[in-house]
């Protein structure tokens, strides 16, 4: 018996270490391209601040589920673009954002939610069209379900009407799953022998899935450019 749990032991600990190097990768990548104090152009500050100025109503209407007020948030161009995180696929066409905010007329799916916007920066990309990039932090509830948190990083298109800036394009870009479960676990260290189980099986979870959906020619294309030389 002391055997068998020596060797699972080992294993166990080995399946760790492989989690770890994988994670410390991940964390060596993200200090290289930790985010810096940029200079920013005072139109750009501008640009920012007014862009900052719609989400904060925008979340006031989304945290009520106004939804008629959203929308009319939206640009009046009939061809919006929406990609939320939990969609497998982009939503294009004012029926399809309709379709999203209201997914089963007549019934609520909500019991509530709670949108917060950060880090706001923004650009113009010609005198009425700007693209802006910002922090989504949320709290949320479905009905019948408990309650959970979540953040993403969102890109969006604004376009001026002349009178006020309006979303015309929106797409939420997550974290890979690795760096968003280290973030997780940091935010929420594990406390017990329990969850630090729990958490461990998560990471290696998340190694075998990745590490599972190469590309069958992967090792095809890295033995032809085994001598390739980066260029700067």
């Known amino acids: 018996m002391p055997d ?3 060797f699972v032991k080992t294993i166990a600990l080995a399946a760790l270490s492989a989690c770890l190097i994988i994670y410390s990768v991940t964390a060596r990548a993200e200090f290289h391209f930790q ?3 940029d200079s920013i152009s005072a139109e750009d500050q501008q640009l920012a601040a007014e862009i900052a100025a719609f989400l904060a ?3 006031i209407a989304y945290n009520n589920q106004d939804y008629r007020t959203v ?3 939206w640009a009046d161009d009939g061809n919006p673009i929406y990609m939320a995180e939990e969609v497998p696929f982009p939503l294009y066409g004012k029926e399809r954002l309709d379709t999203y905010f209201n997914p089963v007329p007549g019934k ?6 709670d949108n917060r916007y950060s880090e706001v920066r923004a650009k113009r990309i010609a005198p009425n069209i700007a693209v802006a990039t910002y922090r989504l932090d949320y709290d949320i509830k479905l009905v019948g379900m408990p309650a959970s948190h979540g953040w993403d990083r969102v890109m969006a298109v604004f376009m001026h009407d002349g009178k006020d800036w309006k979303l015309t394009a929106y797409v ?4 890979g799953p690795a760096t968003m479960v280290r973030k997780m676990m940091q935010a929420a260290p ?3 022998e329990k969850q630090k189980a729990d958490y461990a099986t998560t990471k290696a979870t998340i190694k075998t899935l990745t590490e599972a959906g190469v590309s069958p020619d992967f090792d095809d294309f890295l033995e032809a450019r085994k001598d ?4 700067h």
């Open 172 to 175: 939420e870009a997550p974290m």
């Open 228 to 231: 390739l030389q980066p260029t």
């Open 108 to 113: 609520r799916i909500l019991d509530g939610i």
């Open 190 to 192: 594990a406390e017990t």
């Open 71 to 73: 929308k009319q948030m």
């Open 4 to 6: 068998n749990f020596s």
């Open 35 to 37: 985010n810096k104090k």
């Open 57 to 59: 109503d925008y979340a």
